[in-house]
């Protein structure tokens, strides 16, 4: 860990108040000086951000090293695009465009911000806990050889209160504390207000308790300095503030000192008359705003002591709108100054108009010095870090050999097959699952690659010679990192993991296992790990009504609509395993290409006949998102479109109709997602003059345009009754709407209609009009 830097108080106060007002400055710029071309409320959040500017200069120009990682509160997002400004790493232009278009974006963003942003906020809760499992990946990295001792740092979340009432940060920690993850400062802005109103009272302390039980100091900073020493004289009037609810703490702060005197003569009476007497109104007030979190000794002192790596959870006490008009008004959330008010706020801090931009306005001739000098060593990284994509070779990956196999067994057997040809890539892959490692087809990969324990645990039951087919046994060359049952985890590893090469220069291949009807589970972390541009592969399985037995409570319905709606998430369903390696084989290459994207494999237990392939001329449809399986005739009337476990009705069907239907073809889908983005990037190639027709027209169009498609699928028959659409083609859409339930293949199939009768009856149905 870095050495503290020996810093002077005076400057940080300073930049606390450079802060402040660039942040209220920025805002306020884009809303009442910028032209507004469209009407639109553009907001911000001033009192968000007077909230912690002191908090954020401690940190960025005292505490903070080289290595460390943030992740910013996200209502603060123009702090830290203040304090890049300040560094000389953000331009005046993109402040002065914040909320525009290609300007400052309002909650930080790793993909679209120009300063570096080390996680992108803005779902609050999901900043926080990526930062736990960010610090995991580091010690998984040190462990493997990957990071050296001296570029690791610590992970710090910048929180606002209201965000602890977010169960994912219980499920990180909870996490956490199996794991022993160290190198974390959580430290709370709190404010004790939420968007709404002043937050409750009764979870005050218990937050504390929870954060203790997982292994967290918590240090508590309440009181400033000077506050401190007044309530520290006064034991009546320090029982009286501490006694006071948060609604009536905000309220006070709002209204001021003429208030506090008037409460307090109520309240404490002549124990507090010596008190009042010594100052005037305008000292009570300040005196009642030195709170810790807004104390520049207080807070560089605490972050000086906690130079361990013990997880510490930090609640800093501040007022939401510290310093501006609206400071503590249960309203202020969205709240802005008005241009009166604003100018009463740049008059009180010295900015001369005109010199609103000016970086270090308002500081006097004595005190430029010291905060050049601060500014200068401050060590944080000023520009965008490489994202060390490309390094790594992914070898051709084979499909496992046998003539009956599922998708899901595919799965296993490849990656078992990988760990045994060893490399690179293999070296490089990390699984995670949240409790359905051997139930997802991970055990013989853990087997050969064990778990990862920063310290061993042993394999009780092997060591005990008790058989079993899977190895148990942890240590810190393990290559599977098992979670707990919550899948928001599951996505925040595999988010923290898929950023491994920008993190920490050494990109990892991350693999997630779990249940596809569980995805919901963790959905908005889910996209929170595609929203910032994460890496990796998500393999769930089982997945559809086929799960069979297992009833309607795992049986998925609607992940490929999901998928369909998802940026950074490529969906592939196979129906054979060789489509599945060559899936494997092109995810791993997109997540280590600067283009690529993570990739979502919905998997499933049925085992079926594989079919045979007399070339490789199916592997670039697949890729693509579809190939005809059996060709059509020319211009045929009707397909059969169908994707992933139920590919055997289709077959049977086919070959069922096609002395009926002449030319009827077979079209496999692997991708509705891929063929519907193609479709329509097609269509503004087209806009844009270039002709070229996109995969899923180029495969439609074989059959006439007036041909019938028949689509199947094991899920919401939307993911491809679309695709009528294309070219106009009619459509009989087959796929499951309802729950599922218990029952054999069979007679589920029947009940939900995706078996071969019912192939046969829509191809009726859609051929009626032509036969008639
Ligand atoms: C998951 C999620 N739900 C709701 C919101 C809308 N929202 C934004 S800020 C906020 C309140 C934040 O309060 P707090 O965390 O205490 O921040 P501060 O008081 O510092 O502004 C809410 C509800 C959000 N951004 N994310
Ligand atoms: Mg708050």
């Given at each position: 860990?870095?050495k503290?830097?020996?810093?002077?108080?005076?400057?940080?106060k300073?930049?606390?108040e450079?802060?402040r007002?660039?942040s209220?400055?920025t805002?306020?710029?884009?809303?009442?000086?910028r032209?507004?071309s469209?009407?639109l409320k553009v907001?911000?959040?001033q009192a968000?951000?007077?909230s912690?500017?002191?908090?954020?200069?401690?940190?960025?120009?005292?505490a903070?090293?080289?290595n460390?990682?943030?992740?910013?509160?996200?209502h603060?997002g123009?702090?830290?695009h203040a304090?890049?400004?300040l560094?000389?790493?953000?331009?005046?232009?993109?402040?002065?465009n914040f909320r525009g278009?290609g300007?400052?974006?309002?909650?930080?963003?790793?993909?679209?911000?120009?300063i570096?942003?080390?996680?992108?906020?803005?779902s609050?809760?999901?900043?926080?806990?990526?930062?736990?499992?960010?610090?995991?990946?580091?010690?998984?990295?040190?462990?493997?050889?990957?990071l050296?001792e001296a570029?690791r740092g610590?992970?710090?979340?910048?929180?606002?209160?209201?965000e602890l009432?977010e169960?994912?940060?219980y499920?990180?920690i909870?996490?956490?504390a199996?794991?022993?993850?160290?190198?974390?400062w959580?430290?709370?802005?709190?404010n004790?207000?939420?968007?709404?109103a002043?937050?409750?009272?009764?979870?005050?302390e218990?937050?504390?308790?929870?954060?203790?039980?997982?292994?967290?100091?918590?240090?508590?900073?309440?009181?400033?300095?000077r506050?401190?020493?007044?309530?520290?004289?006064?034991?009546?009037l320090?029982?009286?503030?501490?006694?006071l609810?948060?609604?009536?703490?905000?309220?006070?702060?709002?209204q001021g000192?003429?208030a506090w005197r008037?409460?307090i003569?109520?309240?404490?009476?002549?124990q507090?008359t010596?008190f009042l007497?010594e100052?005037?109104d305008a000292?009570?007030?300040?005196?009642f705003t030195?709170?810790?979190?807004h104390c520049?000794?207080?807070?560089?002192e605490?972050?000086?002591a906690?130079?361990?790596d013990?997880?510490?959870?930090?609640?800093?006490?501040t007022?939401?709108?510290?310093?501006?008009?609206?400071?503590?008004?249960k309203?202020?959330?969205?709240?802005l100054?008005n241009?009166?008010?604003?100018?009463?706020?740049?008059?009180s801090?010295?900015?001369?108009?005109?010199?609103?931009?000016?970086?270090?306005?308002?500081?006097?001739?004595?005190a430029?010095p010291?905060?050049e000098a601060?500014?200068e060593?401050s060590?944080?990284?000023?520009?965008?870090?490489s994202?060390a994509f490309?390094?790594?070779?992914?070898?051709a990956?084979?499909?496992?050999?046998g003539?009956?196999?599922?998708?899901?067994?595919?799965f296993g057997?490849?990656?078992?097959?990988l760990?045994?040809?060893g490399?690179?890539l293999a070296d490089?892959?990390?699984?995670?699952?949240?409790?359905?490692?051997?139930?997802?087809?991970?055990?013989?990969?853990?087997?050969?690659?064990?778990?990862?324990?920063?310290?061993a645990?042993?394999?009780?039951f092997?060591q005990a010679k008790?058989?079993s087919?899977q190895?148990w046994?942890?240590?810190?060359?393990g290559q599977?990192?098992?979670?707990?049952?919550?899948?928001s985890?599951?996505?925040?590893?595999l988010?923290a993991a898929?950023?491994?090469?920008?993190?920490?220069g050494?990109?990892?291949?991350?693999i997630?296992?779990?249940?596809?009807?569980?995805?919901?589970?963790?959905l908005?972390?889910?996209n929170?790990?595609?929203?910032?541009?994460?890496?990796?592969?998500?393999?769930?399985?089982?997945?559809g009504?086929?799960?069979?037995p297992?009833?309607g409570?795992?049986?998925?319905?609607n992940p490929?609509?999901?998928a369909l709606?998802q940026?950074?998430l490529?969906h592939y369903?196979?129906?054979f395993a060789d489509?599945?390696a060559?899936?494997?084989?092109?995810?791993?290459?997109?997540i280590d290409?600067?283009?690529g994207?993570?990739?979502?494999?919905?998997?499933?237990?049925?085992?079926?006949?594989?079919v045979?392939r007399?070339?490789?001329?199916w592997?670039?449809?697949?890729?693509?998102?579809?190939?005809w399986l059996?060709?059509?005739?020319p211009?045929?009337?009707?397909?059969?479109?169908?994707?992933?476990?139920?590919?055997?009705?289709?077959?049977?069907?086919?070959e069922?109709l096609?002395?009926?239907v002449?030319?009827?073809?077979?079209l496999?889908?692997?991708s509705p997602?891929?063929l519907?983005?193609?479709w329509?990037a097609?269509?503004a190639?087209r806009w844009?003059?270039?002709?070229k027709?996109s995969?899923v027209e180029q495969?439609?169009?074989?059959?006439?345009?007036?041909?019938?498609?028949?689509?199947?699928?094991?899920?919401?028959?939307?993911?491809?009754s679309w695709l009528?659409g294309?070219l106009?083609?009619?459509?009989?859409p087959?796929?499951?709407?309802k729950?599922?339930?218990?029952?054999?293949l069979?007679?589920?199939y029947?009940?939900?209609?995706?078996?071969g009768?019912a192939i046969?009856?829509?191809a009726?149905?859609?051929l009626?009009?032509?036969?008639a």
């Open positions: 860990m870095l503290p830097l020996t810093t002077d108080i005076d400057a940080l300073t930049l606390d450079r802060l007002w660039l209220a400055w805002i306020h710029h884009a809303n009442h000086i032209e507004n469209d009407g907001g911000g959040h968000s951000c007077a912690m500017t002191a908090i954020m200069a401690a940190l960025y120009f005292h903070l090293g080289a460390d990682r943030v992740a910013v509160k996200p603060a123009p702090v830290l304090i890049h400004y560094l000389g790493s953000q331009s005046r232009e993109a402040l002065e278009f300007g400052a974006q309002s909650y930080p963003s790793r993909t679209k911000d120009r570096p942003v080390d996680f992108s906020t803005g609050v809760g999901l900043g926080v806990a990526i930062t736990l499992f960010a610090s995991l990946i580091q010690d998984y990295l040190t462990a493997h050889g990957w050296e570029d610590r992970f710090i979340a910048l929180i606002g209160d209201a009432d169960g994912n940060i499920e990180a909870i996490e956490g199996k794991h022993d993850v160290r190198n974390l959580w430290i709370v802005d709190y004790r207000q939420s968007l709404d002043t937050s409750a009272d009764r979870m005050f218990r937050f504390d308790e929870i954060f203790r039980s997982c292994g967290w100091r918590v240090v508590e900073l309440r009181y400033g300095k506050l401190q020493r007044a309530l520290d004289g006064n034991k009546a320090k029982n009286w503030f501490e006694t609810s948060n609604a009536e703490l905000s309220a006070l702060h709002y000192g003429a008037a409460r003569e109520t309240d404490v009476g002549k507090a010596a007497k100052q005037d000292a009570l007030a300040s005196l030195d709170l810790g979190g520049m000794e207080t807070l560089v605490a972050l000086d906690a130079q361990d013990v997880p510490t959870l930090f609640i800093a006490w007022i939401k709108g510290f310093g501006l008009p609206f400071a503590g008004h309203d202020n959330h969205a709240g100054m241009p009166t008010q604003m100018a009463a706020l740049r008059e801090m010295g900015v001369r108009q005109g010199q609103e931009w000016d970086p270090l306005e308002a500081i006097g001739d004595n430029r010291g905060v601060l500014l060593r060590r944080i990284a000023r520009e965008k870090r994202r490309g390094k790594v070779g992914v070898p990956i084979p499909a496992p050999a003539e009956e196999q599922s998708t899901q067994a595919a057997r490849i990656l078992l097959d760990s045994k040809a490399g690179d490089r892959i990390v699984t995670t699952s949240p409790d359905v490692t051997v139930s997802t087809n991970l055990g013989a990969w853990v087997n050969q690659r064990g778990l990862f324990r920063r310290s645990v042993p394999d009780v092997a008790i058989a087919a190895k046994g942890a240590n810190n060359n599977h990192i098992e979670l707990g049952i919550a899948e985890n599951l996505f925040l590893m988010a898929g950023l491994s090469g920008d993190l920490f050494e990109r990892l291949f991350p997630g296992t779990l249940y596809d009807p569980f995805i919901a589970r963790g908005d972390a889910l929170y790990a595609c929203y910032q541009d994460a890496r990796f592969l998500l393999v769930a399985t089982p997945s009504i086929t799960l069979g297992e009833g409570a795992h049986q998925s319905i490929p609509l999901i709606g940026p950074g490529r369903e196979p129906a489509e599945l060559a899936m494997m084989e092109h995810a791993f290459r997109l290409d600067p283009a994207e993570s990739t979502y494999l919905r998997l499933s237990t049925r085992s079926i006949r594989q045979e007399s070339d490789d001329s592997r670039e449809g697949a890729l693509n998102g579809g190939y059996r060709e059509p005739g211009n045929a009337e009707a397909a059969i479109v169908a994707m992933g476990a139920v590919m055997p009705e289709a077959l049977a069907a086919w069922e096609r002395e009926d002449p030319g009827l073809g077979l496999a889908i692997t997602d891929l519907h983005r193609g329509t097609a269509q190639g844009g003059g270039e002709r027709p995969h495969l439609l169009s074989r059959l006439s345009p007036r041909a019938g498609l028949v689509t199947i699928a094991d899920s919401a028959p939307a993911a491809l009528g294309v106009g083609q009619r459509v009989a087959l796929g499951v709407e729950f599922g339930q218990t029952g054999n069979a007679d589920l029947a009940a939900y209609r995706i078996d009768d046969t009856e829509a009726a149905e859609i009626l009009p032509f036969n």
